[in-house]
């Protein structure tokens, strides 16, 4: 149903400020840091602060305009305009529609749903309610290879999120020297395993999910068969033996079914976000290996002082690698477009730059060239 139908009961974005400047109404758009201006008399002045979802046109039009026999034409000219300009929400009463996800999800996921609300409403989601986004989440599994540096920030901001179902695979223990930069852990859990330890805290960070711990060291795509077997996503975060070897095996898992983002590396001062890769709509790995291979050698070279094991790494700098590749996970779940697809970015933390280019899927390619039925 449109906004404008005169018994719908329109209401503003809540990330939408009005001003007036004289004759001018500006609307100041939070979300997307943008000012729209339009000429405007009283009338439309009056109009506008009563767009709360609580009225209808017809109660606008009496109230804004008493007596005027036109006033219900007059509103919902104005309600027309406004909802062409992406100005107005989808839903009259949002929190009535948040509280269908239950009252205690409702309090727990407010401000997110809020969020959510304004993607639908700046029509970024076919969805109308933000609600449905978060029910996407809350019936979604993803699989974390690897809760480490990268994978513990995946994890806490997938579990935060609400995402129903999470299982975290990895092999190794805590250490300390994990401590100040694995933000799932604590110096109680030293010795502990860190699947489990992992699946305990994502457990205490919100109890409307569930988390499952897998004991593993992946050797190869075999390995991975069980453990992303009903994923919506996959999230690869480990780099042993080294961080292409584990992202081949768990392309090769995950093709052609399972949407899956390589959390390839942050070391130093790069790190590396994503790519995506969603079989029927992205390069493969295999092409975005073709054209990132020579960026680290070439066939026939020889290594003669390796990388070390023991890399630089901060809390601070792992932290945002991993958040940015828990927001690509979650606008893929949540049915939002993805955004490191098809392209292969750097951010480079001493100037705060992000560098990418973009990643093709290579004529012909055996993986991915062949569309599957129904790709986008
Ligand atoms: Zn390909």
Not at 255 to 273: E, K, Q, R, S
Not at 316 to 322: F, I, M, R
Request: charged content about 25%; proline content about 4%; overall charge negative.
């Amino acid at each position: 149903m449109s906004v404008a139908d005169t018994a719908s009961r329109p209401r503003l974005r809540d990330s939408v400020i009005v001003q007036a400047d004289g004759g001018t109404l500006l609307f100041l758009c939070l979300a997307e840091r943008t000012v729209k201006r339009f000429a405007c008399d009283e009338f439309v002045k009056d109009v506008v602060v009563l767009l709360d979802g609580t009225r209808t046109i017809d109660e606008i039009g009496a109230l804004a305009c008493a007596g005027a026999a036109d006033a219900g034409r007059r509103v919902a000219e104005v309600v027309r305009i406004l909802e062409h300009e992406r100005l107005l929400s989808g839903v009259a009463a949002p929190e009535r529609e948040f509280r269908l996800l239950g009252v205690a999800r409702a309090e727990f996921y407010d401000r997110q749903l809020r969020l959510f609300q304004d993607f639908c409403d700046v029509g970024w989601s076919p969805e109308t309610s933000g609600a449905a986004l978060q029910r996407r989440l809350g019936e979604a599994t993803a699989v974390i290879c690897g809760v480490g540096g990268l994978g513990g920030w995946v994890a806490l901001a997938l579990a935060g999120a609400g995402v129903g179902r999470i299982r975290v695979c990895d092999f190794d223990r805590v250490e300390v020297s994990n401590l100040h930069r694995q933000v799932l852990f604590r110096m109680a859990d030293v010795g502990a395993p860190k699947a489990d330890a992992a699946a305990a805290r994502l457990r205490e960070v919100n109890p409307f999910i569930e988390a499952e711990a897998v004991e593993l060291r992946i050797g190869g795509a075999a390995d991975l068969a069980g453990v992303v077997k009903g994923a919506d996503i996959v999230i690869n975060a480990a780099d042993l033996p080294t961080p292409n070897d584990v992202a081949g095996w768990v392309s090769e898992a995950c093709w052609p079914d399972i949407p899956h983002i390589m959390g390839t590396g942050y070391a130093y001062h790069i790190g590396v976000l994503g790519t995506s890769i969603i079989p029927g709509r992205t390069a493969c790995w295999s092409c975005v290996r073709a054209e990132t291979f020579a960026d680290h050698g070439r066939d026939g070279m020889e290594t003669l002082v390796g990388k070390r094991d023991q890399a630089g790494a901060m809390g601070a700098l792992s932290g945002l690698v991993g958040n940015i590749l828990a927001w690509e996970a979650i606008r893929i779940l949540a049915g939002l477009p993805a955004a490191l697809g098809d392209r292969w970015s750097e951010v480079d933390f001493w100037p705060l730059e992000i560098h990418s280019r973009a990643v093709p899927q290579r004529p012909g390619c055996p993986t991915c060239g062949a569309r599957r039925p129904g790709g986008a």
